[in-house]
């Protein structure tokens, strides 16, 4: 059986993602230890902790940033572990970052045209879109996705912070992702801000799964049906939400009890 007649044949019963006793290492210090999540294709989860937990670590060894020192990542039933970044991205894997990685010069709708066409198959044509081209369709599409249409035409840099952490979402679905880590994409968002993001989060198609890491438990307890909780490089406590927002432990050491 070819490798990618393997790969279609295990996707039917397999996870979407798959940890096995994850460890990372830098030197003397262990930034995860032996972690080991399943989330199932169309699942919505959130891990939460504290700074220093190892979230942004546990999404670095996801995304192929940094490999693990130890322990296997499996997608969709593929082990991925040694692969680099490009291969998880070929196989349907995105993400977003903390820090915004935008074209300031280009308008809202170019920044999305070339998500798409950079993840096509031609990406490499010097050929300018035709009128009715399908990439650009799909850019168009996004950038309504996301609730960005009436600052199709704006320069990304004269965007609102906010808006700007919207079209990060849009970029990181161009080309029909099957899964998307979501970095924090909360952080430093008003309170209007954060519910056009639930929004914008809980109509996104229900067969791309996601996990998403957040400090604020408001937005992520909102868009997810499954919580992993981490502290000092280890899962700490997994649950639903409401079963994670009651626990005394979660709430004695991550909101000082008076989340309510």
């Known amino acids: 059986m070819s490798s990618v007649a393997e790969r279609l044949s295990a996707t039917g019963t397999a996870n979407a993602l798959e940890l096995r006793g994850i460890t990372r290492l830098f030197g003397a210090l262990a930034a995860l230890t032996d972690v080991t999540i399943s989330v199932r294709p169309g699942e919505r989860r959130a891990v939460l902790g504290s700074n220093g937990a190892g979230k942004t670590t546990l999404f670095n060894c996801i995304t192929g940033d940094f490999l693990p020192t130890s322990g296997t990542i499996r997608f969709f039933g593929e082990d991925i572990t040694s692969f680099p970044p490009h291969e998880r991205i070929r196989r349907g894997l995105r993400r977003t970052y903390q820090i915004s990685l935008l074209f300031k010069g280009l308008t809202v709708v170019d920044n999305v045209y070339l998500a798409c066409r950079g993840v096509s198959r031609g990406r490499f044509s010097l050929l300018r879109p035709r009128r009715g081209d399908a990439i650009r369709a799909a850019a168009e599409s996004l950038v309504e996705a996301v609730h960005l249409t009436g600052v199709r035409d704006r320069l990304v840099g004269e965007l609102a912070y906010g808006q ?87 709430q004695d050491l991550y909101l000082g009890g008076g989340h309510g």
């Open 164 to 250: 700007q952490r919207q079209l990060e979402i849009a970029l990181a679905l161009a080309g029909a992702p099957r899964f998307v880590l979501f970095d924090e994409p909360a952080a430093g968002l008003s309170p209007t801000e954060r519910s056009e993001l639930v929004e914008i989060l809980t109509a996104l198609p229900r067969h791309i799964g996601y996990v998403i890491i957040e400090h604020d438990m408001d937005v992520a307890l909102r868009v997810v049906e499954s919580v992993t909780m981490m502290h000092n490089g280890r899962i700490f406590k997994e649950g639903a939400p409401q079963e994670i927002e009651d626990d005394p432990e979660v």
